[in-house]
């Protein structure tokens, strides 16, 4: 079949690769321009795998130039997977089969920009990964194929979404498969249980002493290493990019420190960080930042 793909993160690069290795023609890549000009990692990953592909960056679909340039490509079938932009209905229409995408969630739970951070943040035990059938609304389209995977309890959201997008990436050669068939089977999605996954602001990334060490692991993990939990002392914003905790019984303030180990006092329970990065220094072990930031016991974290 003649495919389009359209995504621009990380997540989206082991779809690209099975794509360009399938019997399927690509006949363009649509990938987002980052505010700094450079090369989004779909952009880079096409330029290792050495095909010749078409490249395509519109800032939006609003233009006319930019709509006639995708219906005359006329692609069987278009693929997105974190492509960033949205896509008006002239574009969803524009393909024989529709537009598919590739979404890291237990759908209809978790629609929208984070799903993989937040299913983290929340203590999700499980999430899925669906194919689905793209409308215009968010994540709202019709499931075409949804597989189960676990959320360990130490695992972070790189990782997490690193294990998702393969498992994606083979789901979506199952279904294009079954388009070409003629055995693709659609249903839409249940009306009960939807959650929406905010997109991942500052006020996220700062760790806040006033809740329970566990929800404050969670959320180490689901920033881990990018874009990254941190705390502030002596105005440096000090990133946590893995901790241990415990549940135990304290009176202390929330966040305090506890010992010389670095243990942190949370509202509930205690948080002890193992990995952390100062401001433009190496990820280092909590026994070496403490070599040349020691933070004295009882100093209180804001």
């Given at each position: 079949?003649k495919?389009v793909?359209?995504?621009?993160?990380?997540?989206?690069?082991?779809?690209?690769?099975?794509?360009?290795?399938?019997?399927?023609?690509?006949?363009?890549?649509?990938?987002k321009?980052?505010?700094?000009?450079?090369?989004?990692?779909?952009?880079?990953?096409?330029?290792?795998l050495?095909?010749?592909?078409?490249?395509?960056?519109?800032?939006?679909?609003?233009?006319?130039?930019?709509?006639?340039a995708?219906?005359?490509?006329?692609?069987?079938?278009?693929?997105?997977?974190?492509?960033?932009?949205?896509?008006?209905?002239?574009?969803?229409d524009?393909?024989?089969?529709?537009?598919?995408?590739?979404?890291?969630?237990?759908?209809?739970?978790?629609?929208?920009?984070?799903?993989?951070?937040?299913?983290?943040?929340?203590?999700?035990?499980?999430?899925?990964?669906?194919?689905m059938?793209?409308?215009?609304?968010?994540?709202?389209?019709?499931?075409?194929?949804?597989?189960?995977?676990?959320?360990?309890?130490?695992i972070?959201?790189?990782?997490?979404?690193?294990?998702?997008?393969?498992?994606?990436?083979?789901?979506?050669?199952?279904?294009?498969?079954?388009?070409?068939?003629?055995?693709?089977i659609?249903?839409?999605?249940n009306?009960?249980g939807?959650?929406?996954?905010h997109?991942?602001?500052?006020?996220?990334?700062?760790?806040?002493w006033s809740?329970?060490?566990?929800?404050?692991?969670r959320?180490?993990?689901a920033?881990?290493?990018?874009?990254?939990a941190?705390?502030?002392?002596?105005?440096?914003?000090?990133?946590?990019?893995?901790?241990e905790?415990?549940?135990?019984l304290?009176?202390?303030?929330p966040?305090?420190?506890?010992?010389?180990?670095?243990?942190?006092?949370c509202?509930?329970?205690?948080?002890?960080?193992?990995?952390?990065?100062?401001?433009?220094?190496?990820v280092?072990?909590?026994?070496e930042?403490?070599?040349?930031?020691?933070?004295?016991?009882?100093?209180?974290?804001?």
């Amino acid at each position: 079949m003649k495919v389009v793909f359209m995504g621009t993160s990380q997540f989206a690069v082991p779809a690209l690769e099975m794509l360009v290795q399938s019997s399927h023609e690509l006949a363009a890549i649509y990938t987002k321009c980052n505010a700094s000009n450079s090369k989004s990692p779909v952009y880079s990953a096409l330029e290792k795998l050495g095909a010749t592909i078409s490249v395509f960056q519109p800032r939006n679909f609003k233009s006319e130039q930019d709509v006639s340039a995708f219906q005359k490509l006329k692609p069987d079938v278009a693929v997105v997977a974190a492509y960033g932009i949205i896509l008006p209905k002239i574009i969803l229409d524009t393909p024989q089969h529709g537009v598919l995408n590739i979404h890291p969630s237990k759908l209809p739970r978790w629609r929208g920009a984070a799903p993989v951070e937040r299913a983290i943040m929340s203590g999700d035990t499980d999430t899925a990964v669906c194919i689905m059938q793209m409308d215009t609304g968010l994540d709202t389209g019709a499931i075409i194929l949804q597989e189960p995977h676990s959320i360990d309890d130490n695992i972070t959201g790189t990782v997490l979404s690193e294990s998702l997008a393969r498992q994606g990436a083979k789901m979506l050669l199952e279904v294009l498969k079954n388009i070409e068939d003629g055995r693709m089977i659609s249903s839409p999605q249940n009306t009960m249980g939807v959650t929406y996954a905010h997109k991942i602001e500052r006020e996220d990334e700062k760790i806040s002493w006033s809740k329970t060490a566990r929800i404050i692991h969670r959320t180490i993990r689901a920033l881990s290493p990018k874009p990254g939990a941190h705390f502030v002392y002596q105005d440096q914003r000090i990133k946590v990019l893995a901790a241990e905790y415990s549940d135990t019984l304290h009176d202390r303030t929330p966040g305090s420190i506890l010992s010389e180990r670095l243990e942190i006092a949370c509202i509930e329970g205690i948080l002890k960080p193992t990995l952390l990065q100062r401001e433009s220094r190496k990820v280092m072990s909590t026994a070496e930042f403490l070599m040349g930031c020691k933070i004295p016991i009882g100093t209180i974290l804001v």
